[in-house]
């Protein structure tokens, strides 16, 4: 799953209506937290012998959990996640 794709069904699973309102309205607030949402992966150019370098937007291990999370409509563990989010910790693969 893409950045976008990843991003994109966040903000559909979000706005369901059997989201609790809590939730709803602290997933709006994560918008003040965009750096944990994705990972920048250097590419190495395809044109051989250049030292141009490319950037790849990745889903993040949180956003990729919340999603998950959202998908089966485990409300704890969406809300462990976004507090995880918004207190500054880096959830990596293996941590949750």
């Given at each position: 799953m893409?950045?976008r ?7 559909r699973?979000a ?6 309102r809590?939730?709803?309205?602290a997933?709006?607030r ?8 994705v990972?920048?992966v250097?590419a190495?150019?395809?044109a051989i012998?250049?030292l ?5 937007l990745?889903p993040?291990d949180l956003?990729?959990k919340?999603?998950e ?5 485990d ?6 996640l976004?507090?995880s989010?918004?207190s ?9």
């Amino acid at each position: 799953m893409t950045f976008r794709e990843a991003m994109t069904e966040l903000g559909r699973l979000a706005g369901a209506p059997d989201v609790p309102r809590e939730i709803a309205d602290a997933l709006l607030r994560l918008i003040e937290h965009p750096c944990k949402f994705v990972w920048l992966v250097k590419a190495a150019s395809p044109a051989i012998g250049t030292l141009d370098e490319a950037a790849i937007l990745e889903p993040s291990d949180l956003l990729m959990k919340l999603v998950e999370a959202m998908r089966a409509f485990d409300w704890p563990q969406v809300a462990v996640l976004i507090r995880s989010c918004q207190s500054g910790l880096l959830v990596r693969e293996g941590e949750l």
